[in-house]
C-alpha cells in the first residue's frame, strides 16, 4: 500500500525558506516519478518539481533557481527545499507518486500549507 506523509509546512516570511519532506513508504523510486504540486485559492493544482528515475529533474519556470527537489534512497523520502520565498508561493504543497508502469497510479499525499507573507 502506497503512502505518502508530507511534512514541514508553515508561515514565512518574503524571503525566507522552508524545506517540505515527503515520506513514502510502499513504492520502489527507480519506477516512480516523485513530485511537488501546490494548489493556491481559486486555481488549479500546479506542478512545482519532480524527479524521475532518482536523477531526472524538472521545475516550474517560476521556482527555477529558487527551489530544488531532491531525495534520500535509504529514507525513502523527498525535499522540497524553497529559497526566497514569495507572497504568491502561498499555496497547499502536494506530494504525487507517478508509477511509471502501466497502468500508471498516481498516488497523493494529505498536503501541508505554505504561507508566506509579504
Known amino acids: 500500500q502506497v503512502q505518502l506523509v508530507e511534512s514541514g509546512g508553515g508561515l514565512v516570511q518574503a524571503g525566507g525558506s522552508l524545506r517540505l519532506s515527503c515520506a513514502a513508504s510502499?513504492?520502489?523510486?527507480?519506477?516512480?516519478?516523485l513530485g511537488w504540486y501546490r494548489q493556491a485559492p481559486g486555481k488549479q493544482r500546479e506542478l512545482v518539481a519532480s524527479?524521475?528515475?532518482?536523477?531526472?529533474?524538472n521545475y516550474a519556470d517560476s521556482v527555477k533557481g529558487r527551489f530544488t527537489i531532491s531525495g534520500d534512497n535509504a529514507k525513502n523520502t523527498v525535499y522540497l527545499q524553497m529559497n526566497s520565498l514569495k507572497p504568491e508561493d502561498t499555496a497547499v504543497y502536494y506530494c504525487?507518486?507517478?508509477?511509471?508502469?502501466?497502468?500508471?497510479?498516481?498516488?497523493w499525499g494529505q498536503g501541508t500549507q505554505v504561507t508566506v507573507s509579504s
Open positions: 510502499g513504492i520502489n523510486f527507480d519506477i516512480y516519478t
Open positions: 504525487n507518486a507517478h508509477h511509471l508502469i502501466w497502468p500508471r497510479n498516481d498516488y
Open positions: 524527479v524521475s528515475g532518482r536523477l531526472s529533474t
